[in-house]
């Protein structure tokens, strides 16, 4: 089933799609939802449970940070430069939002697998 939000598109198959966040210590996780202006992305906590460092929440929102996504449609990772406007933690996951400082037309085919909902 597909979902939009606020012109954001989130349909099942989003989950298949990785997101990388070049920092110091990189980030990786699945992607929620996206639209030309920015995504939401989820990554589990305990991948970050060793980290010494500071939590994300304190030290990332407001960064603009280099960014990729990539999955099963695309030819090319998608690249972007994006700032973290939140990131919210649910205990065993993460959630963060990111806007792109420039906005990006979508593929094709991630619009056609958003809409078919699978």
Excluded: H
């Amino acid at each position: 089933m597909e979902r939009r939000i606020k012109g954001r598109i989130r349909g099942q198959g989003m989950a298949d799609f990785v997101v990388f966040l070049d920092n110091e210590e990189p980030l990786e996780g699945r992607l929620v939802d996206i639209s030309e202006t920015g995504l939401q992305f989820q990554w589990m906590t305990a991948d970050r449970s060793d980290s010494t460092e500071e939590p994300l929440s304190d030290s990332l929102i407001g960064a603009v940070l280099p960014g990729m996504l990539n999955g099963p449609v695309l030819d090319d990772a998608l690249r972007f430069d994006g700032r973290i406007l939140w990131i919210r933690d649910d205990g065993a996951a993460s959630f963060a939002g990111i806007e792109f400082i420039k906005q990006i037309d979508l593929p094709p085919a991630l619009l056609a697998l958003s809409m078919s909902g699978d």
